[in-house]
């Protein structure tokens, strides 16, 4: 999805990646970004926020219910098994090398996605609530 606006909360130059604040395993993945982005390419955000809110309407995706991860880079949003191809492409070796999977045609790896974000709370567990960053995070977040 392009968008021929500016995204509100993001800078022109920023790698935004939207995840559910609730869902354990995107809390997990989460905090697997900002171990590995050395280079602190990318800004987190949930989709439960502010920020969040604003963005999934800005691009006209659903703000009570979201079942994937999204990233926006250049005003373009990702979604599904793209959008974590695309972060993966921006992590250092050997993570980078996942992107092996652009090969599978994305009907398919949106298939095995859709799966497991479709059962991510029953399979991995769900917040009662939004974790808030670290004070250390706190310049990793939108």
């Known amino acids: ?18 995840f559910d ?4 395993l995107c809390h997990g993945w989460s905090r697997f ?14 989709v439960q926020s502010v920020q969040g809110q604003a963005i999934l309407q ?39 090398l996942l992107q092996v999977c652009y090969i599978v045609p994305r009907f398919i790896r949106d298939w095995f996605y859709d799966r497991i974000a479709l059962n991510r709370y029953r399979l991995f567990g769900k917040y009662s609530e939004c ?4 004070a250390d995070h706190n310049s990793r977040f939108l």
């Open 1 to 18: 999805m392009k968008s021929t606006t500016t995204v509100p909360y993001i800078s022109e130059k920023e790698h935004v990646i939207l």
């Open 21 to 24: 604040g609730v869902c354990k």
């Open 33 to 46: 970004i900002i171990k590995h982005d050395r280079k602190h390419i990318f800004k987190l955000a949930t």
């Open 58 to 96: 800005h691009f006209g995706l659903p703000a009570d219910h979201f079942d994937t991860m999204l990233y926006i880079e250049n005003h373009q949003a990702y979604e599904k098994s793209t959008a974590f191809l695309k972060v993966i492409q921006k992590l250092p070796y050997p993570i980078k």
């Open 131 to 134: 974790l808030l960053p670290t």
